[in-house]
Every structure is written in structure tokens, then in C-alpha cells.
């Protein structure tokens, strides 16, 4: 998917000054692109190879695999809400021995860049996951799940306190070789991010992974029980994308050098340019892909041609770009079609329209 010169064939790769050089720098790691997937949405990655070529994207971040096989939670596991999804899987998962044999020996085999998202129920447990990956190898950067909201016990989400959330990343970043970028992954559901965030990056963290999905939960009318069987469940899709921007914003706000992955809601390539906008240095796909398998490789392009058309020649400069608050000197627009409107110095209701749209 870079800017190679192609004529004919996919009409995405036609004209390519029309696109961005997509290349980032991850912790270290130099990405093709700087859209991945988002644990939890795509597995190991299998399926959505059948409608597109995944070394393609930046990463395939996995689903979060725990030390032993687990079946997860009864079903149902997932409800429709407004712009959004609300699920409690449970961490199904085959264990660890079975996903470094099965799943990363496939992505390896199929030449993917991989990061693997890893859960423990104790501190222990997480070392002991970090411990068996340094000893497999054959991936790129471990984030540690420690927000998943499917937990018996809301006292297990790690990410809630700064201690516990430390004490997990610390215990990671000792097992793990010392090469291995190690992103936190943490919880939109506490009062204060940046605090966590700085306790993690003290324990070791390279960067983090922002935002894991919101507590939540749906009532079925009918039968006047909870939807879900696990009763609440994480919410999920453009329902939550201005939360995620926020906590983005935030963190980069106050660690302008630490790599984020940002993720929540993203399904066009102009939702992806918001959150490098707002410091994210590569962005996670993942409720879009249950209903458009190809989301990830359309985003990747769309972003491309987004940054182009404002004028940037590489997807790597806009990163942060919306913290510079008083540099207005925005390169000129490649297309008319697409220039960032002027700032408006008065409104009326009529600028208000989009409202109703
Ligand atoms: C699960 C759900 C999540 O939203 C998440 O972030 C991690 C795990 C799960 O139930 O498996």
C-alpha cells in the first residue's frame, strides 16, 4: 500500500501523489502503515487475510491470550447499542502454549508484523505470560491488557489504580526481553488517565494503547433482564470516539514523547487522522471490521489521501499536529475540494446545521 506508480488494476493505487508516504515509527518499529487492528476484533489475524493482504498493515495486534485455555462467558456475548457494541467475551482464548505454537507461529509464517496483547487474572501471571514470549520470540511488542472490563471482580481491572496498573507493567517489562517495546493498555473508566498513565510509563511501559472499551450495560425490555449473560460488557465503536480522543489528547498532552496507539470508534481514514491529530503515532481498527472485514486496508488509504489533501507529504508529520495551538501556518491544501475551513469569528444558528444532520 505505499505510493508506489501503478496504472490500472486497484483503483487505490492509481494515482499515487495523490497519497501520503504512510510510513511511521512506532517505539523503534518502522511501519508500512500506521493502521493496525484492534485486539479483541480480528484474532490472530486469519480471517481478515481471506479479503485482504494483513502484512500490509502496521501490525496485527491479537486478542489478548491469559496462561490457560478458557471458554469465556456463557452466551449472549454481544449487543447493538446506538453508534456502538457492547460485549462480554470473557477472554476466550486457547492459553499460551497453544497460541505461540498455532496463531504467532502463522503470523511469523505469513511474514506479519505482530503484537501480542496479553491478560493475567494476577500480577504473576503476566510475568510468567512475558516470561514464555521471551522465550518464543517472533513478534514486535507485547501490550499488556490491563483494562479488560470482563472481570469477575471490577478490583482485577488492573488499570483502575495507579499502583496495581504499575506493579503489572513492571513485572512485563522484568520478564520481557529488554528490546521489546511493551504498550499499557488502559482503562477511559477512571477519574484521572493521566495519573495511570505517568505511573505506567515510570514502571517501564514504551508507550501505551488508548482506549480499552467503556463499562456498560443494555437491559432487554422483553424478557427485563440484562442483555448480556455476563450482565455488564466493554462498549465499543463511534459511540466512544470522542472519549478515546480525549484520553489520546490528554496523555500526549502531558508525555509529547511517549508512542500511543489510539483506538475507539475509528471507521474512516478522516476518524484515524483525528487521533494523530491528537498525538496518537499509529491507530487500532476493531468494531468496524464486524461489519466491513476490509476496514483496515480502506482506512489505511483513506488516511493516506486525508493527510495528502492538507497538504502533508508524510502521515508521520501530522502527528500531534492539533497540540500546536498557535501555528495556524497549515500547508496549503492539495485540493481546493478538501481545505480545512477558516476558523469562523462569529456564529449564528445556521452554522449550527450540522447538528440536525
Ligand atoms: C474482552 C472484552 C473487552 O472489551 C476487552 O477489552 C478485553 C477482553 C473479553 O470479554 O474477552
Known sequence: MSAAVVTGGDPDRRQPTEQADTGVE????????????????AAAG?????FFDITELGAIV???IMLKPRAGRATPRMSETPSGMLNSIGLQGPGIDAFIENDLAWLNERGARTIVSIAGETVEEYGRLAAKLRSSGGFDAIEVNISCPNVADRGQVFACRAESAAQVVQTVRRSSDSRIPIFAKLSPDVTDIVEIAD????????GLSLINTLLGLVIDTTTMRPTLAGTTGGLSGPAIR???????WQVHQAFPTIPIIGMGGIRSGRDALEFLLAGATAVSVGTA???DPSAPRRIHTELAREVRARGFDRVQ???????RADDRDVPSPASAQHATPAPQET???EDWDFITE
Open 199 to 206: 505511573a505506567v510509563i515510570r514502571a517501564g511501559a514504551t
Open 289 to 291: 471490521v464486524f461489519h
Open 26 to 41: 512506532l517505539a523503534g518499529i518502522g511501519l508500512p502503515s500506521p493502521v493496525l487492528t484492534a485486539s479483541g476484533c
Open 347 to 349: 456564529s449564528s444558528l
Open 46 to 50: 486469519r480471517e481478515l487475510d481471506a
Open 242 to 248: 470522542p472519549v478515546a480522543l480525549r484520553c489520546v
Open 62 to 64: 491479537t486478542k489478548s
Open 317 to 323: 508529520d501530522v502527528i500531534g499536529f492539533a497540540h
